[in-house]
């Protein structure tokens, strides 16, 4: 067999092609300082706002442990109820099916998620699907008292015909 020996050529090619592959790796694995810097901004702005969220659930769940008496005050039961409720709300029947065996499985009451259904429809009426926050403060109430009274409707005025004396006329 013949071995052959690159040429210098040969040599030098192969050292510039290790070069720029090395090159690239070194371009593509450090990030732009500019980049950098704007990404550093913005999480330190974003963490406050999240910050501010957290001790509300916890008092949502301290709420509900307070009024609601048994397992379905559990934190745990909480979460994936009022889940479970919004899903059927929102026809995800799927979703809100595979949430209702987490729910069963951590023992929680079942009965208490058709009563706050039935309760959120009751009360459908006062859910602005404009606003955001609105299904979820009604599932939280409901949850928590699925046994909201449902408003009466005012009684119409009377008639201001029916009022006055019949006139005559001559």
């Given at each position: 067999?013949?071995k052959?020996?690159?040429?210098?050529?040969?040599?030098?090619?192969?050292?510039?092609c290790?070069?720029?592959?090395?090159?690239?790796i070194?371009?593509?694995?450090?990030?732009?300082?500019?980049?950098?810097?704007?990404?550093?901004?913005k999480?330190?702005?974003?963490?406050?706002?999240?910050?501010?969220?957290?001790?509300q659930?916890?008092?949502?769940?301290?709420?509900?442990?307070?009024?609601?008496?048994?397992?379905?005050?559990?934190?745990?039961c909480?979460?994936?109820?009022?889940?479970?409720?919004?899903?059927l709300w929102?026809?995800?029947?799927?979703?809100?099916?595979?949430?209702l065996d987490?729910?069963?499985?951590?023992?929680?009451p079942?009965?208490?998620?058709?009563?706050?259904?039935?309760c959120?429809?009751?009360?459908?009426?006062?859910?602005?699907?404009?606003?955001?926050?609105s299904?979820?403060?009604?599932?939280?109430a409901?949850w928590?008292?699925?046994?909201?009274?449902?408003?009466?409707?005012?009684?119409?005025?009377?008639?201001?015909?029916?009022?006055?004396?019949?006139?005559?006329?001559r």
């Amino acid at each position: 067999m013949d071995k052959r020996v690159f040429s210098a050529a040969g040599r030098l090619r192969a050292a510039l092609c290790l070069v720029a592959l090395c090159l690239g790796i070194a371009y593509l694995s450090a990030p732009a300082p500019a980049v950098a810097q704007s990404q550093d901004a913005k999480p330190a702005e974003q963490h406050a706002p999240d910050a501010a969220k957290e001790p509300q659930k916890i008092d949502e769940f301290a709420e509900a442990q307070k009024s609601i008496t048994g397992p379905a005050g559990n934190p745990e039961c909480v979460w994936l109820g009022r889940r479970v409720v919004s899903l059927l709300w929102r026809d995800d029947l799927d979703t809100a099916f595979r949430h209702l065996d987490l729910y069963d499985r951590f023992g929680c009451p079942g009965a208490h998620i058709q009563a706050s259904f039935r309760c959120l429809l009751l009360h459908s009426n006062n859910i602005d699907p404009k606003a955001a926050d609105s299904l979820n403060a009604r599932v939280l109430a409901c949850w928590i008292n699925p046994n909201l009274q449902v408003a009466a409707p005012a009684a119409p005025p009377a008639p201001a015909a029916a009022a006055q004396a019949p006139t005559t006329n001559r």
